[in-house]
C-alpha cells in the first residue's frame, strides 16, 4: 500500500517560497476542525484542543492503515485565526483571538471514519475537547502566502508585508489568517520554526 505524503502532492500550498509572497488559489479540502477562543500560549482550551485533536488524527490514520483502506503521512497542525472584525486585528492582543485548530485529512475519510476514531481516542485518554472536533470541509480560494521562518512572536511585519501585497495587488483582505505550523516548536529553536503564513483575498 502506498504511503500517501500531501505536503508532497500540495506542495505550492505546504512549502512556499520563503522568498516572496505568492499567490495562489486552494482548493476545497477535508479538515478536522476545533473551534476555540483566547491566547494559544497560556490558554487551556487551546492545549486540551490540541491533544483531541492530535489524537485523533493518528487514531485515524492507524485504524484506516490497520483496515487497509490507506496509508498516510499525518498532515501538519494548521490555525485560522480573527477578530470580529478584522480592521482591528492586533498580532498582540492574543487573549481576544478566535480560532480554529485544523488537520487536512484525506477525502476517503468519511464522518463514520471520523466517529469511530472519535470513539477509540476517547476510550484511551481522558479528552476534554473531544465532544467539540468536527470533520468538515474548507474552502480558501484566491490567497496570498508566503513560507516564514523565525519566531512566531515577531511574524509582525511578514503579516504586515503580506497585507501590503494583497492591497498594492488591487485587492482586499478576506476572511481569517491561517497559519500552517510545519515545525514541533518542543524540538524546533525559535529562530527556524517555518510557518506558513496565508491571508485569503477578493
Do not use: C
Not at 491533544?51 to 494548521?78: C, N
Not at 479528552?127 to 467539540?132: E, G, R, T, Y
Amino acid at each position: 500500500m502506498e504511503k500517501l505524503d500531501f505536503k508532497k502532492e500540495l506542495k505550492h500550498l505546504y512549502n512556499p517560497s520563503k522568498k516572496e509572497i505568492v499567490t495562489v488559489d486552494v482548493p476545497e479540502m477535508n479538515f478536522l476542525m476545533i473551534d476555540g477562543k483566547g491566547d494559544p500560549n497560556t490558554a487551556k482550551e487551546y492545549q486540551d484542543a490540541m491533544e483531541a485533536l492530535y489524537s485523533v488524527a493518528y487514531t485515524l490514520k492507524f485504524m484506516l492503515k490497520g483496515e487497509g483502506k490507506a496509508d498516510f503521512v499525518v498532515m501538519p497542525l494548521e490555525g485560522l485565526w480573527w477578530v470580529p472584525n478584522m480592521e482591528f486585528f492586533d498580532a498582540e492582543d492574543k487573549d481576544s483571538w478566535f480560532w480554529t485548530a485544523m488537520m487536512m485529512q484525506p477525502d476517503l475519510v468519511t464522518k463514520k471514519d471520523f466517529e469511530r476514531a472519535a470513539k477509540q481516542a476517547g476510550q484511551k485518554r481522558d479528552l476534554p475537547s473531544l465532544p467539540k472536533i468536527r470533520l468538515g470541509k474548507y474552502e480558501e480560494g484566491l490567497s496570498a502566502q508566503i513560507m516564514y521562518i523565525g519566531p512566531f512572536a515577531d511574524e509582525g511585519p511578514t503579516i504586515e508585508s503580506i497585507h501590503k501585497y494583497i492591497e498594492e495587488s488591487g485587492h482586499k483582505l478576506r476572511g481569517k489568517h491561517h497559519e500552517i505550523y510545519l515545525s514541533d516548536p518542543r524540538r524546533t529553536k525559535p529562530e527556524r520554526l517555518k510557518t506558513v503564513i496565508r491571508q485569503p483575498m477578493e
